[in-house]
């Protein structure tokens, strides 16, 4: 039986401080170019030059706001604000690559369905397939109150909503143009068949739309779909939907027990479970040798800012952690946030304010692995065979130093092993992920939307 090959996608944001936070200030960080088109070509032209499957972007609309009841320490360490749109930064990264993908995060709650199939029709026309869409529905008051409305909808209600914007999203994706549609026959002067082209009517309780898909089928149609719910509600909308599923973990076990519940929902979707594919984030600090990499993680953590990490898993949970002692247990409280997130913090009554801090040490929550290129590749492949992971989103750290280190050191250690691939395979973003070409696998809903 052949090795599973590890799977990965560079984690970032169209931001300052992503997931570890204070790094920004060291000075071999360029994260403060992120409003420049250069940081992010030469980035993808570093990732392709790593065989990095794709280039994960998540995003936010709206600020952190609950620490503090303020944005005081959000700007002061940059906590993804100013952030600025992930989806206008594809077209230019494309262009200087053929094979790297691209995830792109978008909340529903606030973009019409319509319009923004023809925005991801265009960027999979523009990557020529390259393109994947993280479905995030939101979690942040502010957010809310900055589109007009009073607060959140209750989280399980948002995810109604996302079901109907995705049945909206496969008749206009794969339903409204035939495959035969578009013939350009110069001579009969014939660009598209008006025959193998048909209106979508839906008429659903959130959306209502009667009109044409505006663009001609795009090489995936669908993008790849990502989607990183954990709740139940969301673990439910995954099965259904994902083909892949971005999750966090600090142990194997609980890891374990997400992979486990995550392939069980998409069979008792009527899916074929090995059609997902589930990423983990993780922090990798590596140097030529284990030495080496403590010196560098012993540097970087005289930058981080835990109080920062603090700040945003306060948005991410919806409580106020500035209100406890450092030693007082998180209770439980009914917010509109990131349920799973506030249920990991309060369900045992073991989490306090002075150990969040200590598990942000680098400035965020995500396991960080830190040795020489042979033991963080084992720590990786245990990860990977213990768990029944497929790969993990790589955060950075000192940017783009941290990406760089990792491919000169970790990627050859994988391909030795023969767990990393050595080349790219051709073909779209789904098609290099599932080795099954380049449109929804036939098991899955959005299939069954197709233009007979």
């Known amino acids: 039986m052949a090795l599973k090959q590890v799977l990965l996608n560079a984690f970032n944001m169209n931001c300052v401080g992503h997931i570890n936070h204070g790094l920004w200030a060291h000075p071999r960080d360029r994260s403060s170019e992120y409003h420049s088109v250069e940081y992010w070509t030469d980035l993808a032209r570093l990732l392709e030059r790593g065989l990095f499957d794709g280039l994960f972007l998540a995003d936010i609309v709206g600020v952190y706001d609950v620490y503090q009841g303020n944005v005081d320490l959000t700007l002061r360490e940059s906590i993804q604000l100013p952030v600025n749109d992930p989806l206008l930064l594809v077209s230019a990264m494309a262009a200087t ?36 869409w993280n479905i995030v529905t939101g979690y942040l008051d502010s957010a809310a109150r900055a589109m007009g409305r009073a607060g959140q909808v209750d989280h399980d209600r948002r995810y109604d909503q996302a079901d109907e914007y995705l049945q909206v999203l496969y008749k206009l994706w794969e339903g409204s143009w035939a495959d035969d549609a578009v013939v350009v026959d110069r001579e009969r002067r014939v660009y598209a068949r008006p025959e193998r082209v048909r209106p979508v009517h839906h008429k659903g309780e959130f959306y209502q739309v009667d009109g044409y898909h505006l663009s001609e089928p795009s090489p995936q149609r669908t993008p790849v779909l990502f989607q990183a719910g954990a709740s139940a509600r969301g673990s439910r909308f995954a099965g259904e939907h994902a083909e892949c599923v971005f999750i966090m973990g600090q142990d194997r076990d609980s890891v374990r027990k997400q992979v486990a519940a995550i392939r069980a929902a998409a069979a008792e979707a009527g899916r074929d479970p090995a059609q997902v594919k589930i990423f983990m984030g993780i922090t990798v600090v590596v140097g030529a040798t284990d030495q080496e990499a403590r010196a560098k993680h012993a540097e970087y953590l005289s930058y981080a800012s835990p109080e920062a990490g603090l700040a945003h898993y306060a948005a991410s949970t919806g409580i106020d952690l500035s209100r406890y002692g450092p030693d007082e247990p998180i209770r439980p409280q009914q917010t509109n946030a990131i349920e799973s997130a506030a249920k990991a913090l309060t369900r045992n009554g073991d989490w306090t304010v002075r150990r969040i801090l200590e598990q942000n040490a680098l400035g965020g929550r995500y396991p ?78 959005g299939a069954g939307y197709r233009f007979a």
């Open 368 to 445: 960080a692995l830190v040795g020489g290129p042979s033991s963080v590749a084992e720590q990786l492949l245990a990860w990977i065979d213990d768990t029944g992971l497929d790969g993990f989103n790589l955060t950075r750290t000192v940017t783009p130093e941290s990406y760089e280190d990792f491919i000169r050191w970790v990627i050859p250690e994988l391909q030795s092993r023969g767990r990393y691939k050595t080349a790219y395979s051709e073909g779209s973003l789904r098609h290099k992920l599932f080795a099954a070409g380049d449109r929804l696998a036939p098991s899955h809903p």
């Open 97 to 132: 690559t053929r094979h790297l993908g691209f995830g792109v995060t978008a909340n529903l709650s606030y973009e019409a369905p319509y319009l923004f199939a023809r925005r991801m029709s265009t960027l999979d026309h523009l990557s020529r397939g390259r393109i994947g």
